[in-house]
Structure formats: structure tokens, C-alpha cells
């Protein structure tokens, strides 16, 4: 090899060196780089984790705060509940906001509202009110049924309120009834069968009423009236009315205005049903049935007479539709009960409740005769429970017919001759027995003068057409009247069924006043001048009360004024010669 050889080929290995040491110099160097570059990313991230745990940090601690506060608000509102709650339970007082019938009772104690509301009540109720319908009118008044209010069970609801339920729930009642309010209200009661009663009465009294077809037995004929059209209470709307009215009552508008109130009647026109005249058929139709008793137990069963259309069915319906008249008549067929009541003999009434006799002047034969036509007409008079005696439809008219002649009667103030006189009589021997029987006197009435036969205070006047002597059977059992007239005595005895008890009765007339009688002289021209002759004997007037004693064993159970009678003074009349 060449030196130039050589040469160049040094050169070359020192440019290869070089270039290897180029190589390794820069290699640490990227090494380096790369190095530098990793820290700095690492901060970034640091600085981003930094940062967003600082944010969160944050947020954290906010929640943390709305806790703490909302725990707080929590904590106070339930600490304020509960003192709002404690401090209403321990009050006395019904809560505000609280009203009853719309009238306000906050803050009141149960005993003030209870006042508070009976007085409110009771000028609501204290209102009249007129029912009516045109000219018609009718008074009503709230006590009338019975109209009231449970007051002791609403003022115990209003008290209740906010102090019955939970703490929560107690408060929540409280701030809703003290800013919405709450009203009890409290529905009236009442006498359902009195105010249904005053409504009948309405009903049947309003003027204009239809007429229904009705009818009535007479004189062995059957009379038909076919009814008129007329108007019909609308009784519903009428019970409605009245009871709205006393329910939309307002106390405070009442003493503002405290006018009656006006409830119109309200009606509808009706038209009269059609007679049917099966129905009336089936009604009437009997069987003859004798009157016959049951001892054990006793019962009396009185006689019912046999009634029939004397004309058939047919016939009956003819008339009806083929006749304009605003009644029709129907002949009847009468069968009479072969026994009546009053035939049954005094083994049907065992016992002998009571008698009672006066005494009479057996020779004046025309009053002696009237009492025996009265006492006769009465005597056998069966009377069932509760059924009334009428001493004028028993006797009926007086009249010549009737064999009633002329004897003495008071008229005017004179004794003078009428007819049928002495009668009084019977209808007093009859009210003492009647006394004695301890039944039930419904209409009587003194004589103006006091009488011979009996003592003032246990008389009875009648007239036929004006005067009556009525009484009951106010026994268990039926009773039967025996009357005899005769020798002098009129008698009456009442006989029946022996109750369970019996009172001794006892009729006891105590004289009050005594009034002194007047004496009148009447000029007689047919007497010598001077000469003075007794027309009319006076006596004196009396006021008398009359009592009645019931005993039971010998003892007095009870004493009552039967009754206050006056009797006037009857004046002597002397006639004296001119």
C-alpha cells in the first residue's frame, strides 16, 4: 500500500470516528430532552389535579353548608313546631279561625262559645214565621216542633281542632284553620210527627181544596157526592221550605231586620178521583152480626146490622154514569142483628161500679113522666173504651112526639111551665153516678139556679141544641148504664168489669160565697089595694167549687177541684093590690 494510500485511509477512519463520536454525543442529548420534556407535562397535570381538586373542594363545601343550614331551618322550625304545638295543646281555648253556623267562636273557652252560640240560637229561633198562600195564613213557630241544635257536640268538634291529631298534623290544622278558616255547621232536629201534623192540618184547612168523591150512610140510603176539583198542598215542598228557612237563619240579620218570615205555600190543581164504586160496595157491605161476649177473657163484641144495595151492582152503575147531579143516592137494604148490645144481660157486666139515685114528686104525673121517657131512652147503654156518651144524641129531641109534656123549668129567672121539664134531672142523677164511676166528664155545665134534687156543685143542665152532658169510658172495659124511674126514685147504675184497682170516690161541694136574693113588688090590680101575695118563693145564689176525692184503703191518694160553679140568687116576687 501507497503512503497516499496509507494516507486516505486514516483520514477516513478519523472521519468515522468523528462520525461515531457525533453519534454519541448526541444521544444523551435526546435523552435529555425527552427527560425535560416528562416533568413538564407532570406539572401540567399536577397543576390541572390541583386545580380541580380545589372546585371540588369547594363544592364540597357548599353542600356542606346548605346541609348545615337546612339542618338548621329544620332543627328551628321543628323546635318552633313543637312549642307551637305544646303551647296550643295547653291552651283553653277553641282556635283561631274557628266559627260555628258561621258565627265566630276563636279564642273562646267551650263555656263562652256555648253562650255565644244559645244566644245567636235562640234569637234565630225566636223569629215567627207566616205560612201562606193568598189570603191564607197560618202562624208557625220554631217551637212548634221542637226545633233545637246539638250545641254541646259542636262546641266539642271545635274545640278539638288542632289539639286531637300528631304534633306535624296539629300544626299543620292550626295555620290552615287560622288563615282558610273552619266552619262547623250543625243540623236542627225536630218533632218529625209535629211538624208533619201542622202540614195535614194545612193541607185539609186551605181554602179551595179539592173536593174527593166521598160518601155517607142516611136514612137507609147510601148518598154519593163525586167531588170537586180543586188545588192540593204540595206537602214535600212545604216541609222543605219551612225547614230551609230555619236552617238559612242568620242572627245577626235578624236583629237588623227582625220582620216575620213568609214561606209561600205551594199547590197544584187536582182533579177529584173517579168513584168506584166496587170499592165503596166492599166498604159498606156487612153481614148482620149479633152482639154477643167472651168472659175469660172478657171481651164484648157489639151487633153490627146487615147492609146491602137494595138495587144491583148493575143498577148502582147506571145512576152513576148516566146521571149529571152533583151527588147520586143509592137505596140501602137493612138487616138488623137479631141481639144487640144492649140486650145482653148484667151477667156480661158482673160488677157494680157505682149508682146514684134523686128523688122525685111522684104525683106531679107530667114531670114524672119526662124523667121515665129520658131515663128509659138511656137505659141499657153499652159504651166500649174510650167511647162517648152524649146525653142530647141518646135522648134526642124533646117534642110532643116523643110523649114529653109541660112541667116547671127556670127561664128567665122564673120558674114557669115547658116542655119536657125535669129532665135536668136525669141528665144530674146520671153525671153523679158517672162521677162515682170515676169516668171522664168531657162537657157539662150548672144551672143558673140551684136545684132540689141534688146539691149545688153536682148538677148538669142540658138543652137540646145548645146545652150538653157528655163523658167517657175511660175504663179498660165496656160499661153498661142502668136507669129506673119509678115510686118516686130515679136511679142510675153503672155496671162493667172489676179493674185491677178501684178507687172509693168522693164528691165534695164547698160552698165559697153566698149571694143574698132580692125581692121584687109587682102592682096586681086584680088584688085589694093593700094586699100583698107570694107569686115566687127567692133563695139565695151560691159559688161553689166541687172536688173530687179519690181514696184507697181508707187513705186520700188524691184531691182535685172538679169544679167552680156560681149559681145565681133567685129573687122573691110578691104581687101587691093597688
Request: proline share 3%.
Amino acid at each position: 500500500m501507497s503512503s497516499e494510500e496509507n494516507e486516505q485511509s486514516e483520514q477516513k477512519n478519523k472521519e468515522i470516528l468523528e462520525i461515531e463520536k457525533k453519534v454519541n454525543n448526541s444521544k444523551p442529548k435526546k435523552e435529555e430532552k425527552i427527560e425535560n420534556k416528562i416533568p413538564s407535562q407532570q406539572n401540567t397535570m399536577e397543576k390541572s389535579e390541583k386545580k380541580e381538586n380545589k372546585i371540588n373542594k369547594k363544592s364540597t363545601n357548599k353542600r356542606l353548608w346548605i346541609i348545615i343550614i337546612i339542618s338548621a331551618v329544620l332543627i328551628i322550625g321543628l323546635m318552633f313546631s313543637t312549642a307551637f304545638a305544646l303551647l296550643n295543646l295547653g291552651k283553653k281555648t277553641i282556635a283561631k279561625g274557628v266559627s260555628i253556623r258561621g258565627i265566630d267562636v276563636s279564642n273562646l273557652t267551650p263555656e263562652e262559645a256555648t253562650n255565644k252560640i244559645n244566644e245567636a240560637i235562640n234569637i234565630e229561633l225566636s223569629l215567627k214565621m207566616d205560612l201562606i198562600y193568598e189570603d191564607y195564613q197560618v202562624d208557625f213557630d220554631a217551637n212548634q216542633i221542637q226545633y233545637s241544635y246539638a250545641i254541646t257536640d259542636a262546641i266539642k268538634q271545635a274545640y278539638s281542632i288542632g289539639k286531637s291529631g300528631n304534633i306535624i298534623m296539629n300544626n299543620y290544622t292550626l295555620l290552615l284553620t287560622a288563615f282558610v278558616g273552619k266552619n262547623i255547621d250543625i243540623n236542627g232536629t225536630y218533632n218529625e210527627d209535629s211538624l208533619n201534623g201542622i202540614i195535614e192540618d194545612v193541607s185539609s184547612k186551605i181554602p179551595g181544596l179539592v173536593v174527593q168523591a166521598n160518601y155517607y150512610i142516611e136514612n137507609n140510603e147510601l148518598i154519593i157526592n163525586k167531588g170537586k176539583s180543586g188545588i192540593a198542598v204540595k206537602k214535600d215542598e212545604l216541609k222543605n221550605s219551612i225547614l230551609q228557612n230555619l236552617k238559612n237563619r242568620n242572627a245577626l240579620e235578624i236583629m237588623q231586620d227582625s220582620s216575620t218570615q213568609v214561606v209561600q205555600i205551594q199547590v197544584e190543581n187536582v182533579e177529584p178521583e173517579n168513584i168506584d164504586l166496587e170499592k165503596v160496595y166492599n166498604e159498606i157491605h156487612t153481614e148482620p152480626k149479633d152482639a154477643y161476649y167472651i168472659a175469660e177473657p172478657f171481651q164484648l163484641f157489639p151487633e153490627e146490622n146487615g147492609v146491602d144495595f137494595a138495587i144491583t151492582m148493575e143498577e148502582a152503575k147506571a145512576k152513576i154514569s148516566t146521571e149529571t147531579a152533583e151527588e147520586y143516592v143509592i137505596p140501602l137494604k137493612i138487616t138488623p142483628a137479631t141481639k144487640t148490645i144492649d140486650s145482653i144481660g148484667t151477667e156480661a157486666f158482673p160488677y157494680l161500679i157505682s149508682s146514684y139515685s134523686t128523688k122525685y114528686d111522684a104525683s106531679n104525673t107530667n114531670r114524672s113522666g119526662n124523667l121515665k121517657i129520658a131515663a128509659d131512652k138511656i137505659n141499657g147503654t153499652v159504651l166500649m173504651p174510650g167511647e162517648e156518651f152524649s146525653y142530647n144524641e141518646v135522648v134526642g129531641k124533646r117534642t110532643i112526639e116523643e110523649g114529653y109534656t109541660n112541667a116547671k123549668i127556670y127561664e128567665n129567672g122564673q120558674v114557669v111551665d115547658g116542655l119536657a121539664g125535669g129532665i135536668c134531672q136525669i141528665s144530674s142523677t146520671l153525671y153523679n153516678a158517672v162521677l162515682l164511676a170515676n169516668l171522664e166528664v168531657t162537657q157539662r155545665r150548672n144551672h143558673s139556679y140551684t136545684t132540689t134534687y141534688v146539691p149545688a156543685g153536682r148538677d148538669a143542665t142540658v138543652v137540646y141544641g145548645t146545652q150538653d152532658f157528655k163523658f167517657k169510658n175511660s175504663r179498660t172495659y165496656p160499661i153498661k148504664i142502668e136507669a129506673n124511674v119509678a115510686n118516686g126514685i130515679a136511679e142510675f147504675k153503672v155496671h162493667g168489669i172489676k179493674e185491677e184497682v178501684e178507687y172509693e170516690i168522693k164528691i165534695i161541694p164547698v160552698t165559697t160565697q153566698t149571694i143574698p136574693y132580692q125581692t121584687e113588688y109587682v102592682p096586681d090590680p086584680t088584688l085589694a089595694q093593700g094586699q100583698q101575695v107570694v107569686k115566687q118563693a127567692g133563695h139565695s145564689g151560691y159559688k161553689v167549687t166541687t172536688y173530687i176525692e179519690k181514696r184507697l184503703a181508707g187513705a186520700v191518694i188524691s184531691k182535685d177541684v172538679l169544679s167552680n160553679d156560681t149559681y145565681k140568687a133567685m129573687k122573691t116576687i110578691i104581687n101587691v093590690g093597688q
